[in-house]
């Protein structure tokens, strides 16, 4: 069997080595069914047997080259495994920082455009519903739809405030006409006492 190997996978070297154990080996076998051929007596088959030997020699001397350079390029193959093995843990560590501080921003962010001001215009709802509707608006920067909210809401309050002033204001002046025409009327009825005593004396000076 031929081994089959790819010089782009593995390198010219170890291809070079492994075309050079295939050739070698298949020149040993010729040699290896030459020398069978021959017997002990004839003359050329000491010379056969030193030869297939010194095949045989390079073959292992190409073996063990080639398994030198497959352990090499192992190694090094490990050594870089490893040296990113190593690099693994700081990657991680760094990744878990990066994933904690874009957490912590997005719990700022969080706080300071939705949940601080929804407490803000809670808290101004609260002061509504004691009728504290002098107090200033709570402050909100925001420009998304929690900023119109507020903004909304601080107009609603605005109109409720000058609406329940306005009731107030008609109350004065109601109770203040209820006076003046309580008032008339004491002053109708005095008049009215005075009048008879008046004309009595007029009409009997003694």
Known sequence: AQLKLDY?????QRYLLT???????????????????????????????YDTLDIAG???????????????EGNASYSQKMQALKILPAVSV????????????????T????????????????KIAKNQLDTPDGQVDNRDEIGQLAKT??????????????LQEINQIESRLNQEEMHKGEMEQQKKTIQPATLKRQNNPH
């Open 58 to 72: 390079y073959i292992s001397r190409y073996l063990q080259d080639l398994m030198k350079e497959t352990l090499d």
């Open 94 to 109: 760094s990744l878990a920082i990066a994933l904690l501080m874009l957490a912590a921003l997005l719990g700022t962010m």
């Open 153 to 166: 809401f601080h107009k609603m309050k605005d109109a409720m405030g000058k609406h329940i002033a306005a």
């Open 8 to 12: 782009r996978q593995s390198g010219t």
């Open 19 to 49: 075309q050079a154990v295939q050739t070698s080996y298949s020149y040993y076998s010729g040699e290896c069914n030459r020398l069978l051929s021959f017997t002990e007596k004839d003359t050329i088959y000491a010379n056969q047997y």
């Open 111 to 126: 706080m300071r455009y939705i949940i601080r001001p929804v407490l803000k215009l809670a808290e101004s709802a609260q």
